[in-house]
């Protein structure tokens, strides 16, 4: 039988705690990349969206409020 001491362990269990953690790290690294890509293209729409005149639907016609004085 291996006789694992206590440092062993505990060395083994912050390296699998490492090893989690590195892999999370990079696992959001990668979402947020995404993330900044797809925001910039949502910004680039909005600003485009944001700046175009605008135009009344096909066929709508707007008409003044009649005023009701008696």
Request: net charge positive; glycine share 2%.
């Given at each position: 039988?291996?006789?694992?001491?206590?440092?062993?362990?505990?060395?083994n269990f912050f390296?699998?705690?490492?090893?989690?953690?590195?892999?999370e790290t990079r696992?959001?690294?990668?979402?947020?990349?995404?993330?900044?890509?797809?925001?910039?293209?949502?910004?680039?729409?909005?600003?485009?969206?944001?700046?175009?005149?605008?135009?009344?639907?096909?066929?709508?016609?707007?008409?003044?409020?009649?005023?009701?004085?008696?």
């Open positions: 039988m291996t006789d694992v001491t206590d440092q062993e362990r505990s060395e390296q699998t705690k490492y090893d989690e953690l590195r892999r696992e959001d690294q990668i979402e947020m990349a995404y993330l900044k890509k797809e925001n910039e293209e949502l910004r680039e729409r909005v600003k485009k969206l944001a700046s175009r005149q605008p135009s009344w639907p096909k066929g709508y016609r707007p008409q003044r409020e009649k005023s009701h004085r008696r």
